[in-house]
């Protein structure tokens, strides 16, 4: 149990377009869900915090307007980068939380975002 | 200085070896305390949780030192399959997690 997915694995796209990551957790109920990010030989860092069906919260620094979240649903969270540059590559990671009541968070597998 | 801070190796160790990792944390309100390992390119996935009164599971053995503020990750008998960047995440409650940057092994045969 307590499989998260991320869809797509890999993508790269020009300069100015917008890329939306899929994460879904496929076998329970995910309340929470997370966003991170992790440049080369860097720790995760927290981009956002979203519950299912409220505004996502942000850690200091991230653009709520450049980096949309939508938790519209319990078993999907969705990141959107719009207006990509090339300094937003990196690897996009998410998680889920919430079986069975614990803190404990499910990651996805990343996506990896390269903008050229 | 940084919440979470780990020794970034890399270690290189050769099989059989005994490897130890260390971890310091800044915030003395931080309750939940875990390694997790990364694979090149791939997610973090949870190790062990550590608790205060120290913690083995197989060849993995985590250790905290409240007092100290530290967090220490033993493996032994190291397998090839153990090469991998090890992270030091520490919760100061509910979902705030903090990853250090990680810390990578190399095991050699």
């Known amino acids: 149990g307590a499989v998260v997915s991320q869809h797509p694995s890999w993508v790269i796209c020009k300069s100015g377009t917008s890329v939306k990551i899929e994460c879904r957790s496929l076998d329970f109920q995910a309340t929470t869900m997370f966003w991170y990010r992790q440049f080369p030989k860097q720790s995760l860092m927290l981009m956002a915090t979203s519950n299912e069906g409220s505004k996502a919260t942000y850690e200091q620094g991230v653009e709520k307007d450049k980096f949309l979240i939508n938790h519209a649903s319990l078993t999907l969270s969705t990141l959107t980068v719009t207006s990509a540059h090339p300094e937003d590559s990196s690897f996009y990671i998410c998680?889920?939380?919430?079986?069975?009541?614990?803190?404990?968070?499910?990651f996805g597998p990343g996506t990896r975002l390269t903008v050229t | 200085r940084k919440e979470v801070e780990q020794d970034p190796g890399p270690f290189n160790v050769p099989e059989g070896a005994t490897v130890a990792f260390n971890c310091t944390y800044s915030?003395?309100?931080?309750?939940?305390f875990f390694w997790y390992r990364q694979d090149c390119r791939k997610e973090p996935k949870l190790l062990m949780s550590v608790y205060s009164s120290g913690n083995e599971d197989g060849r993995f053995t985590a250790q905290l030192n409240r007092a100290s503020q530290y967090i220490s990750l033993l493996i032994r008998d190291s397998k090839l399959s153990d090469s991998a960047t090890y992270l030091c995440?520490?919760?100061?409650?509910?979902?705030?997690?903090?990853f250090g940057a990680g810390t990578r092994l190399f095991v050699k045969a």
């Open positions: 995440v520490v919760s100061t409650g509910g979902f705030k997690t903090i």
């Open positions: 915030n003395s309100a931080s309750q939940s």
């Open positions: 998680s889920a939380s919430g079986l069975a009541g614990s803190y404990e968070q499910y």
